[in-house]
């Protein structure tokens, strides 16, 4: 009796753990492959071109071969020099990052009228000649300085607006985070058959921040990147 009993137990013992076993938690079955969503960003242009509308006004190009047109934009003041104001927000925030990372930013020029420029040109044509004048100074109307896009940044303990600028430290902050903040060296070295300016190391123009990038990224001149949209 005591055996069949004893037989008993160990059978329900038995029965008991292959039910606990069976019941245990099957593993996980493997995630399905999910149907995967619509990519939500639109497919880049086969050209890999940021999709910008270079008829916008911040890409208008004025150089020797293109004088300024239309009216003077809206100005508003950068520390005291006047730019086009819709590019206040962006020189604000490129000169407060240099000043954080150690630098003196300061904007010496802006938008400058035509007078101005013809001041300028004239002052340049007496102590060098016109042939080198205009290749140092843009010719009134030519120069980039109309749009009140461009600015002349040097550092302001040493006011250096020379191609020295490009050994100091603000330089090459500048080159390295410019296209953040939507600014281009405009006038790069080696360029000037395109750009038609001497290497200005100090001039920085606004483009927005994805041409910018853009242009940065592929050491182009604003000439050569707007020739990219020409046969699209
Ligand atoms: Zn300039």
Known sequence: MKKLVFLLLLLTLCLGLAACAASDPSPAPTPSEKAQAPEET?????DGLPDIDPNSWQFVLVNPWNEISGDAPALENFEGVPFDARIIGSLSDFAQGARDAGYSFRAFSGY????????LYNRKVEQVGEAKARTIVAYPGTSEHHTGLAADIADGHYELLTSELENTGLYKWMVEHCAEYGFIVRYPNGKSDVTGIIYEPWHFRYVGVEAATYIMENDLTLEEFLALYENR
């Open 42 to 46: 639109p497919e880049p242009s086969d």
């Open 112 to 119: 400058r009228d035509y007078a101005t420029q013809a001041y």
